[in-house]
């Protein structure tokens, strides 16, 4: 049988087998590589004073991790510079703070053909490799350099900017032809997969036929396959002690009012501004409700290296400032934001204990805390979820109250109406939601790629 060999930027940490100390790709992952036998490759992490390509193999659960540090350059022209600087603005829209500098996209590529050689000796004949997201993107073609003819398959966890944005980035074309070496490239949804399609079709004359887009000598099939949790998991997480206790905390905490709830990386990219000036606005509009409602955002701060997320991190810390200082009494403080990460047991606790889940992005490849959120619930007495429409999680959660994040207006509508809710109609909405979150969960995800990659004939 084949085995399944991963590459990713980071490699998720061995747990032990301790369930939900780990998210729900980690979980997904390893458990088809479990399954299957199999490697999965990427960085330790780690800096090294001069790239050795040295891998550390470690065996646990049924499959082995293989990891390699990175030296100092690397890592900032890589991951810091066209990773977290480049890509990552670009394909969340926001050409405004995307950096196109020479030096990152050289370091991007020499660091994905040190990739390549390192992991190149680990792959053998029958195995299928699937390389996941934006720091790798020209991995496959790496790959097919040095000989491997194996199935490749590519999964994109972000969005997919359009055509014109894509144009602005110096070295898009380039960069869009090493994806022909894949034999299977994934996206969330349709929108993202059609932008590719577009690029790929208007700017460098590829052809799309049904599902395949043919280019030179390569064909590739494009598929929509958007990841879900491991909703039996979290609604496993959601029962046990831990969660209990938070809940219970948290409903002492709230002391009656209703609380709203927001999780996220602290990234510009989750609309976390536009959320604080919604729920103001919310705040302003109804000063009848104030005293009932609170907003818990918890958001533990990411790639602080970058210019960017210290930017917004100030930004947030003055409004909440703001906002908390116009609006708070002696007993009541409308915000309480957290720039810190918890354990997964103790936000299920926090979900569940929340009437409203406020999951805001202006643009977000999936997101995962809206499917998270509605795992959590109590069935006989549910939550709202609030979700921008500009989330990959949008076009298969159509029972949320879908909002326009860049519109306070809409935000602090939807929150007044899902204050309002009655119980049957968020009972029905939920379940809904929640038949959507179990039926295409995590597993179903990797099944659907990993089948379309082993339709793929071989190489003769
Ligand atoms: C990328 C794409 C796509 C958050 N705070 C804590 C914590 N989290 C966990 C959440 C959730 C995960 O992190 C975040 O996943 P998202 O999907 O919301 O967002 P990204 O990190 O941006 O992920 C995204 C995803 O890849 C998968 O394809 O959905 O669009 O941007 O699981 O629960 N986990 C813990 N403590 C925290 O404080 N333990």
Redesign the pocket.
Known sequence: MSRLIVISNRVSAATGGKKGAQ???AVALSAALSEMGGIWFGWSGEQTDEFTGQITMQREGGFTTATVDLEEQDIEEYYNGYANRTLWPLFHYRIDLAEYERGYAGGYQRTNERFADTVRPLIEDDDAVWVQDYHMIPLGAELRNRGVHNRIGFFL??PWPPRRLLSTLPEAKDLVETMFAYDVIGFHTEEWLQSFSDFATLEMGARAEGDFLHFRNRRVRMLVCP?GIDAEEFRTLSQGDTARQTYEQMMRSANGRSMIVG???L?YSKGLEERFLGYERFLLEHPEERRGVFLLQ?A?PSRASVDSYQRIRASLEKLSGHINGALADLDWVPLRYVNE????DV?AGVYRASSIGLVTPLR??????AK?YIAAQDPEDPGVLILSRFT?AAAQMTEAILINPHSAEEISDAIGRALKMPREERIRRWKALMEGVQREDVIWWRQRFTDALFEVPLAA
Do not use: F, K
Request: aromatic share 4%; charged share 25%.
């Open positions: 998210g729900g790709l966890h972000t990841i999780v996220d990386r990234d918890i533990p990460g918890y354990p997964r936000l977000d490849g999936m997101n995962l805390v998270e990959g």
